[in-house]
């Protein structure tokens, strides 16, 4: 069965930083591109970045550029995105998700969700 | 820049009847379009890919249509799990979504 399953959010001051986990397992993790999508507090859905399978290629929306990395332990099957310079329309739930097998962009859907992460900046 | 429209933002539905969501992409996105259903607190569920191909598990009362710019998803007898937040996404180019449906008990 896959899993995902986010960690390290929370409360951080705006301008500061945060780093988030998501644990794999379930699959062969180093085969899948990721991405992260983020949720504002009762609003839509935001894609936030992607990662290809083995970590040499990364995406960002033009939200997040400059400001988030996203990275891979392809040996330790998570996930992370580093957060700094955090700002208040950051705060959202983020998920990791994994790309779609089916597509024949590089881009996909997302097959498999992980529950989320709730990151918060507020002073 | 493509811009993802869905419409109505609420659809009022009875238990058993046919619901009708659409996405509208301002330009074309061929065939790359997903559908999500998402539950208070959950994470979104992938319905369908490829605009018409249910994803693993996703009963037959789900079906997708559409390509190019105007995209339909259909869930045929409505059941009670079925009410939640529907979102469209295109994945033609970087990935985008809809601003969502929401199918509430009428």
């Known amino acids: 069965e896959v899993q995902l399953l986010e960690s390290g959010g929370g409360l951080v001051q705006p301008g500061g930083s945060l780093r988030l986990s998501c644990a794999a397992s379930?699959?062969?993790?180093?085969?899948?591109?990721m991405s992260w999508v983020r949720q504002a507090p009762g609003k839509g859905l935001e894609w936030v970045s992607a990662i290809s399978s083995s970590g040499g290629s990364t995406y960002y929306a033009d939200s997040v550029k400059g400001r988030f990395t996203i990275s891979r332990d392809n040996s330790k099957n998570t996930l992370y995105l580093q957060m700094n310079s955090l700002r208040a329309e950051d705060t959202a739930v983020y998920f990791c998700?994994?790309?779609?097998?089916?597509?024949?962009?590089?881009?996909?859907?997302?097959?498999?969700w992980g529950q989320g992460a709730l990151v918060t900046v507020s002073s | 820049e493509i811009v993802m429209t869905q419409s109505p933002a609420t659809l009022s539905v009875s238990p058993g009847e046919r619901a009708t969501l659409s996405c509208r992409a301002s330009q074309s996105v061929s065939s790359n379009l997903a559908w999500y259903q998402q539950k208070p607190g959950q994470a979104p569920r992938l319905l369908i890919y490829g605009a018409s191909t249910r994803a693993t598990g996703i009963p037959a009362r789900f079906s997708g249509s559409g390509s190019g710019t105007e995209f339909t998803l259909t869930i045929s007898s409505l059941q009670s799990e079925d009410f939640a937040v529907y979102y469209c996404?295109?994945?033609?180019?970087?990935?985008?979504f809809g601003q969502g449906t929401k199918v509430e008990i009428k």
């Open positions: 996404q295109q994945y033609n180019n970087w990935p985008l």
């Open positions: 379930g699959f062969t993790f180093s085969n899948y591109a």
């Open positions: 998700a994994i790309r779609g097998r089916y597509s024949s962009n590089w881009f996909s859907y997302f097959e498999y």
